[in-house]
């Protein structure tokens, strides 16, 4: 239980569970769920635990329901460009099955080797090419859940389109577990993109420079499969752990793919270039420009190897990611800590990373207090507290302060609807 009990949020706490149990189908799901209800019995759904909110975190007294052995691929329908999946299916094993067929299921988070897809729908995550083809919620047509009630029903659907009654598959997903259990995704998948994608890598002095060089891009109304930031700070650590060379490229680099031509990667160029990089090329190596966006999914956990990290996961609007990197500059010389920068930049959506020394409780509390403080930055600078991770335990703050209390009411209405027995995830999000 205990290696079962938290997600991989460091800086949340968990309680002690009172039993482990991995069913292998719904109706087993089913069985649990029920007497969880009879007995009032919080149950605390997770899937790989791969979670960065503490949202598959313990509860004191819960029964911990794993999901990862429910891992089948059920269909991949080439003609309707479907699938469906046991919610254990790991993101990257139904992009490879999808591949077989000419098909592609474009959410794609950095844990994308070990996340489950009913991880990803509970958290609505997203990913590198999120930018252009969206979040998992633009993919899950439908579900098979188990209500609070201890019912196996379906919502959603298997169409292109369907607008009969409320979009009850949409309310589960992002919901953290709090709703019900998802024990089956439908998901809606895309044809394989022709050729290989065309990379652009722009190297700046700055964090405010690179965002000055996102919004120009935005501004110029180029929408790239792919734009990411990584700071010195990561490429040091990625360095230092994978000795891969990219300290030395830059202080900050954007890292860029378009799918749609030359054209559109020369004026992705051209905005780094006007933004005052201070290099930029566009890689012709298939194999040099994946190893770039392999040591910006490895920057994570590289830092991870210094420190317990308190990571971020705020968005902004486009136009106001050069001041949000400024304010988290701030912060990070205000709080006296060191703050490391990841970001999906092309959707503003930015990763601030703070690193602090092992067992160092006065450093805890000054990355603490930064914390909260960006998360303020970016519900007054018309942003959001969490653009793919959830809320959890660590953004539950945060999201008060965004929803304000008469929103906060119609989550909780709807929680009541549909767990009355208010055992699932009990303490998380609201």
Known sequence: ??????????????????????????????????ACAEHRVPVVTRGAGTGLSGGANAVDGCVLLA?????????VDEAEQLAVVQPGVVNDHLRAAAAERGLWYPPDPASSP?????????TNAGGVCCVKYGVTRDYVLGMQVVTGM?????????????????DLAGLFVGSEGTLGVITEVTVRLLRLPEGPPKTVVGAFGSLVAAGRAVAATAAAGITPSALELVDRYCL????????????????????????????????LRACFDEAGATWST??????????????????????????????????????????????????????AVH????????????HPLIVVPEGD??????????????????????????????????????????????????HRAIKAALDPAGIFNPGKII
């Not at 999901?67 to 269909?75: A, F, K, P, T, V």
């Not at 403080?373 to 959890?392: N, R």
Request: hydrophobic fraction near 45%; charged fraction near 25%.
């Open 67 to 75: 999901l990862d052995g429910m891992d089948r691929i059920l269909e």
């Open 361 to 410: 409780d006065e450093a805890r509390g000054r990355a603490q207090a930064a914390f909260e403080a960006i998360l303020d930055d970016a519900v007054a600078l018309g942003g959001t507290v969490t653009g793919e991770h959830g809320v959890g335990l660590l953004k539950k703050r945060g999201m008060r302060a965004e929803l304000g209390e008469d929103v906060l009411t119609l």
């Open 114 to 122: 070990w996340s489950t897809i009913g991880g990803n729908a509970a």
């Open 339 to 350: 703050i490391a920068n990841i970001a999906h930049a092309g959707d503003g959506n930015l």
């Open 150 to 166: 201890g019912e196996l029903v379906r919502v959603g659907r298997r169409t292109r389109k369907g607008v009969a009654g409320y």
């Open 236 to 267: 040091r650590a990625v360095d230092d752990w994978k000795n891969m060379g990219l300290a030395d490229l830059g202080n900050v680099l954007l890292l860029g793919r378009v799918d749609t031509g030359d054209e559109e990667a020369a004026a």
């Open 282 to 335: 566009r890689s012709t190596d298939a194999e040099e420009a994946e190893a770039l966006f392999s040591a910006r999914r490895l920057a994570y956990p590289a830092l991870e190897r210094l420190g317990p990290v308190l990571t971020e996961d705020v968005c902004v609007p486009r136009g106001l990611v050069p001041e949000m990197l400024a304010r988290i500059e701030a912060h990070a010389k205000a709080h």
């Open 1 to 34: 239980m205990a290696a079962h009990a938290r997600d991989q949020a460091a800086w949340a706490p968990a309680g002690r569970p009172v039993a482990l149990v991995r069913p292998q189908n719904p109706e087993q799901v089913r069985a649990v769920v029920a």
